[in-house]
């Protein structure tokens, strides 16, 4: 199994792929006033989608939720069907880098720890001709929330996305791409525990058991186990934010 392989056996079936809870997506979602009565959704990076079905219980639209991996889009469908939602809400596989929607398909473009992917400006450009004017873009972005982190904070994310920025910074692009900042907060820490980390976690310490003899595994293990250590010890330098804005 090559490193991709080994990452997604560790993430299969776990409730989010990245910090969220269902309380920071509603009130985000509050924070998108006007919209209309059943707005068009497309939701980037959607995962296994909680965030997708939340929005679905929210809202009377239809959904779209995209994501580059089979195995999230099987995910999200099955938990579509779960909740006898097939007539509103679509898991469609899909390129963020290269969605092919008419200019001014959706009134609400959503999307939860996956426009680092693309990199937050170059994502902002290329998804926000998709809104109709007037539309909204809400995002989580991985921000620096404090300056001068120590070095193995700053040499991790240097690695990991070096294009991070801190909230004014990744403010300041919203508007030179055109956008009215609406609103932004920063995720509660539960907010990757709950879902994300502490499931990882039980994941770990059952694959570690299982992948002893596997040093390939054992690697991809570690680098998971790094990251979620550095949380555990440095959560006051960065965070996710949610950022909502307004486009034409
Ligand atoms: N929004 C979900 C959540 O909060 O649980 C998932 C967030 S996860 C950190 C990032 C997601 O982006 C993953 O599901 C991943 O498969 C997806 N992704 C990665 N590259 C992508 C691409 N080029 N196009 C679409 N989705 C992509």
């Not at 609103?183 to 509660?188: D, N, T």
């Amino acid at each position: 199994m090559d490193e991709m392989q080994l990452f997604l056996e560790i993430h299969q079936n776990m409730p989010r792929q990245g910090p969220g809870n269902t309380a920071s997506t509603l009130k985000a979602l509050k924070l998108c006033a006007g919209l209309p009565s059943a707005p068009r959704v497309l939701d980037v990076g959607c995962g296994p989608g909680m965030q997708t079905m939340d929005l679905a219980q929210a809202l009377d639209g239809p959904i779209t939720g995209v994501d580059f991996f089979t195995q999230y889009v099987e995910e999200l469908q099955k938990n579509i069907e779960k909740e006898g939602m097939a007539d509103r809400v679509t898991a469609m596989q899909g390129d963020m880098e290269a969605l092919f929607f008419p200019p001014a398909s959706f009134d609400l473009i959503w999307s939860e720890g996956a426009i680092y992917i693309m990199g937050f400006e170059k994502g902002i450009h290329s998804w926000s001709p998709l809104l109709a004017p007037g539309g909204y873009l809400a995002v989580t972005e991985a921000t620096w929330l404090k300056s001068e982190p120590p070095a193995r904070v700053k040499q991790f994310w240097d690695e990991g996305y070096p294009l991070m920025k801190n909230i004014e910074g990744n403010l300041d692009i919203i508007q030179a791409c055109g956008g009215e900042i609406i609103g932004h907060f920063v995720l509660p820490e539960s907010a990757w525990w709950d879902h994300y980390y502490g499931p990882l976690e039980k994941r770990l310490e059952i694959l570690e058991e299982k992948w002893a003899d596997n040093p390939a595994g054992q690697e991809v293990l570690a680098m998971e186990r790094t990251e979620i250590d550095l949380f555990k010890n440095y959560s006051d330098y960065y965070g996710y934010v949610f950022y909502v804005a307004r486009f034409g």
